[in-house]
């Protein structure tokens, strides 16, 4: 079986200079964890969950620590200030462009490959998701699930 056979031709995209925010949008509204990024037809970049969450930091706390009398007035106002200081680095973070945070190099692969080939390479460069390729323009894609449906039609 051939990838084109069970590759989405519809595939959701985004533009190099597109922010990250909508990216983090179109990623919710399709329940995809991937978005090639694509730029006149062309494929740029992808863009994962996984580098979105990577835009996260979260602080490390080391070694017990117990409040203070005093600290236990405090800890509720100082976490309302983390809350604001995090919610404004959020606004922040989806504001940049797409290009900032996206891969460039992108694992793709021909419609005439197979799928046995594509999950060969999808294991091998430890990546769910292959834009699929034709003449050098993005025609489809295809997941890890994808080839999983296409081994139970056999």
């Not at 519809?10 to 922010?19: A, K, L, Q």
């Not at 405090?74 to 945070?101: A, F, V």
Request: proline share 5%; glycine share 8%; with cysteine.
């Amino acid at each position: 079986m051939n990838v084109k056979n069970v590759m989405n031709s519809d595939v959701i995209s985004c533009r190099p200079d597109d922010e990250i925010s909508n990216a983090a949008q179109l990623l919710k509204e399709h329940n995809i964890s991937g978005l090639p990024v694509v730029d006149e037809g062309k494929i740029v970049g992808i863009v994962t969950e996984t580098d979105l969450l990577k835009l996260l930091k979260v602080p490390e706390h080391g070694g017990l620590w117990l409040p203070s009398p005093f600290e236990v007035i405090e800890i509720p106002i100082r976490e309302l200030i983390n809350w604001e200081d995090t919610k404004h680095m959020l606004t922040d973070i989806g504001s940049k462009p797409i290009k900032n945070i996206m891969k460039s190099y992108v694992y793709t692969i021909s419609g005439d490959s197979s799928i046995e080939d594509a999950s060969s390479m999808m294991i091998k460069h430890k990546v769910n998701r292959l834009p699929v390729m034709d003449g050098g323009m993005l025609v489809g894609i295809i997941t890890r699930g994808d080839i999983i449906r296409g081994l139970a039609e056999i």
